[in-house]
């Protein structure tokens, strides 16, 4: 079972920036493809961006493409989340996901609190 510790969450004025970062321990991080989700109240759940495991490819919904970047240190077994440009819109929870990539298995860290607001 993979544990995920997020960090960096706040609150933002609109236009500003934050980056969250996550950090699994229990499984190897080199086997983990890692995924940043939110959900806004009242909202379901939604996929930001994934990395995967060996960290040279990418992917993120059309709606925040090049404001989110999603990037690992392998060498500090950490995952980052950079946000630019943020709007109000974007205030949600934000969850760390991992899926190791041997077993399938997906684990969820807690969220952090992001809150894009004047």
């Known amino acids: 079972q993979v544990q995920l510790v997020e960090s960096g969450g706040g609150l933002v004025q609109p236009g500003g920036s934050l980056r969250l970062s996550c950090k699994p321990s229990?499984?190897?991080?080199?086997?983990?493809?890692m995924s940043w989700y939110r959900q806004a109240p009242g909202k379901q759940r939604e996929l930001v961006a994934t990395?995967?495991?060996?960290?040279?490819?990418?992917t993120y919904p059309d709606s925040l493409k090049g404001r989110f970047t999603i990037s690992r240190d392998n060498s500090k077994s950490t995952v980052y989340l950079q946000m630019n440009s943020l709007k109000p819109e974007d205030t949600a929870l934000y969850y760390c996901h991992a899926r190791d990539v041997r077993t399938t298995i997906a684990s969820w860290g807690q969220g952090t609190q992001v809150t894009v607001s004047s």
């Open positions: 229990g499984t190897p991080f080199a086997f983990l493809v």
């Open positions: 990395v995967n495991a060996g960290g040279g490819s990418t």
